[in-house]
Structure formats: C-alpha cells, structure tokens
C-alpha cells in the first residue's frame, strides 16, 4: 500500500526523535513492500520562528491531505525560550491545541504497558508489578468540562466561578465505538469510567455506552466509578484492558496510568477522528534540557509510528514488528539514559532507531 504521511519534528528532541521513528517506518515499508510519501509540517515553536505564530491554515490544510501525521514533541523552556514572551494564544502549546481542535481529534488513545525488562523502573510494589499490566485509556478529547461554558461572578458579594461539564449522546456514541473498535484489536474488554452514582453526564454516559456495547457483543463491558479507577489502577492494573472515559477524568487517570509505567520516553499516544485519521505522538514534552545531545529515548515516538500503522492503516502486523523489535532491543539489554540500569549497554538516539530498524 501507499501512505501519505505528514511530519512534525517539532522542537526541542522532536526532530531527533521524528528521524528514528520514520527510519524505523522506512523499514518497516522496505521489509513488508509498502511506501510512505513523507510531507514536513511545521508547528509548535518551529512555526513561531518561521511564520510568527504557532499553527498556520496551511499547516492544518496539509495535514488534513495526509493519512496521518507522526509527530515530535513541541514547546521550550519557559524561562529561557523568546515565545514564552508571546501571549498565551500564540505560543507554542496553542498550536498544538488549535491542530486537534482543527482535525476533530476527538479520540486520545494511550497505552500503558509494563515490560518485563524495565519492571525495576515500576513504582508499584514488586508483587503487583510481577503480573505486569498492557492496558489503554480511550479519553474523551473534545467536550466535557474543559470545553463547557464557564464565568466568574460576584453573587451577593461572594466570588463564585461555574465550569460545565456537558456531553451529548453523539459525543458519547461516538468515543464509545472507538473504544469496542479498540477493544477488538486487543483483549476484548472495555471498563467505562465515569460517576454514574453522582453526575447526571455520568448517567447518560452509562446508558450510551451499553446501547453501543449491543453492536459489540465479542467484547466485555464493565462499569466503575472514577474513584475506584484510581485506586485500582495502582492496586491491579493487569486486570484493565481498554479504559474508556470523559475529558477531566481521562486527563487525571491517563497521567496516573502512565506514570505507574516509571518510564516516561516509552509511552506513545494516538489522536483520532470519525474517519481514520490520527495524529500520533510521544506521550511525553519536548525534554529542552537534553535537546540536540543525542540523549533522548526515540521509542515513545517509533511506538506511535507502530499505533499508526494499525489504527489509521490497519496495519496490525506490521505494528507487531515494530513492537516487536522495540521488546527485542531491551531483551538485547540496550538502554537509553532515561531507562538505563546496571549491566546495560548504554545507547544514544540514533544508536537505538538503527538496533530498533536493524530487527524489524
Ligand atoms: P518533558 O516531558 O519534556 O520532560 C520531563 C523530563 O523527562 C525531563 O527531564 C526530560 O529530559 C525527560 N524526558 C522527556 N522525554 C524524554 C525522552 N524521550 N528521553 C529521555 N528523557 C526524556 O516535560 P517538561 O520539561 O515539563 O516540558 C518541556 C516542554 O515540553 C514544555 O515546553 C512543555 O510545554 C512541552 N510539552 C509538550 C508536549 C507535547 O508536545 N504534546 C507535552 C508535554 C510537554
């Protein structure tokens, strides 16, 4: 098959981590005979210091004439960097802001896994890391209470500020069959998330979720309250599978999942829409500090190369390669500094796409 594919490389590690993960692609293509078209967008800072502002109309018009877009981190230091002299609206996280919101990417996608070989790294307790954990969290990325309306007033002379959380049944359908779709290409099993025996958008969420789970009966539905989630996400994570849950309380649980991993340059992210195409990236910031020294650890970014190839082109197999190659690597006892323990071998950026590259 052919893809287009569109590329941010972003600022501070982005662009070296960009190159590792469309090295890794290059392969993947060569070794499976398919061919990627590769177009270079810019955004983020990289934008600010060509265009002046951080998302331009031609940025959002080439993008969407991609299939999907693999993207680095964005953003600098805040202390240091000149666009963070900018006004809020035109520094370098509203690019980022303003290319979801212009592609309707209304589905975030992030993928918590334990592997076997950074265990050591694992926060929880050895008895709950030994079961290991492979879940995902569907959040919600376009409504909820980060998008309702919101004012602060004075009432009778007392400050008072109103946020909104609102959802309507389509917002709802619509991420909740991304999730049994999501479920399908994994174990089968969907946990929806939400404050059911609280909130009124919890209420209607529940209901929507279990008409949808009708067209899906190959996967398991089961409900649990936020809190709960919160709690057994550090208790059990291996009894999850896919999370599907609103804006705030993806936002809260996709951080804690994330974090119970202990590596931050491992963890992937996609951003989808109703047709199949994604935005994909690292879970994790543009890392200033270890910019342009050949530190960083690129596998967050080939990962999400790897969840492109299956989400936006179905390209199950070849995502297991890359997986396959990134757990063969660890195996093989290479580390970045970031995940670096006793006994390893040591490995910069470039080194880690060719070992990565050399197994797919
Ligand atoms: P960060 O994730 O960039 O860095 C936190 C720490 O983790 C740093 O010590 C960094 O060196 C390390 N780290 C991060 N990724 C790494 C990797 N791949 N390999 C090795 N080490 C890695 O978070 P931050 O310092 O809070 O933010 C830096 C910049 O990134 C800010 O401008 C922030 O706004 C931006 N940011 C962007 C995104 C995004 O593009 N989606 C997300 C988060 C933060």
């Known amino acids: 098959m052919n893809g287009k594919i569109g590329l941010i490389f972003g600022d501070g590690i982005g662009p070296e981590i960009v190159r590792e993960a469309k090295k890794v692609l290059d392969r993947t ?65 509203a ?63 007392v400050m008072t500020a109103v946020d909104t959380l609102s959802y309507n049944e389509l917002e709802i359908r619509r991420i909740a069959k991304r999730a049994f ?31 949808v789970a009708k067209d899906y009966p190959d996967v398991e539905l089961s409900h649990m309250y936020v809190d709960n989630c919160a709690m057994q996400l550090v208790m059990n994570p291996a009894q999850f599978d896919v999370i599907l849950t609103e804006n705030m309380f993806g936002d809260i649980l996709s951080d804690e999942a994330s974090m119970v991993t202990g590596s931050i340059g491992m963890l992937s992210s996609a951003s989808l829409n109703d047709t199949r195409f994604g935005l994909y990236e690292p879970s994790h910031g543009s890392a200033p500090d270890i910019a342009g020294q050949n530190k960083a650890n690129p596998i967050a970014t080939i990962l999400s190369a790897a969840m492109m190839l299956r989400y936006t082109f179905d390209l ?19 580390r970045t500094g970031d995940i670096m323990t006793e006994g390893c071998t040591y490995t910069g950026t470039v080194q880690m796409g060719d070992l990565i590259a050399e197994r797919i």
């Open 29 to 93: 293509a060569e070794k499976f005979g398919h061919r990627f078209d590769y177009k270079e967008l810019l955004l983020g800072g990289a934008s600010i210091d060509v265009h002046g502002v951080p998302l331009t109309k031609e940025t959002v018009e080439e993008a969407k004439a991609c299939d999907a877009v693999l993207m680095g981190s964005i953003g600098g230091d805040a202390k240091t960097s000149p666009w963070y002299q900018l006004e809020p609206s035109k520094r370098p996280e």
């Open 95 to 157: 690019g980022l802001l303003g290319i979801r919101k212009a592609l309707n990417l209304f589905a975030n996608l992030r993928p918590a896994y334990l592997y076997e070989e950074l265990r050591s790294s694992c926060p929880l307790r050895e008895d709950i890391s030994r079961a290991g954990f492979d879940l995902l969290i569907m959040r919600e990325l376009t409504g909820g209470l980060y998008f309702g309306a919101r004012k602060t007033e004075e009432v009778d002379g």
């Open 181 to 211: 779709d999501v479920a399908q290409k994994r174990r089968g099993k969907v946990c929806s998330v939400d404050k059911a025996n609280v909130l009124d958008s919890s209420r209607l969420w529940r209901k929507v979720v279990e008409e």
């Open 316 to 334: 199950d197999q070849e995502a297991e390669a890359i997986e396959g190659a990134v757990r063969q690597v660890l195996k093989d006892g290479y």
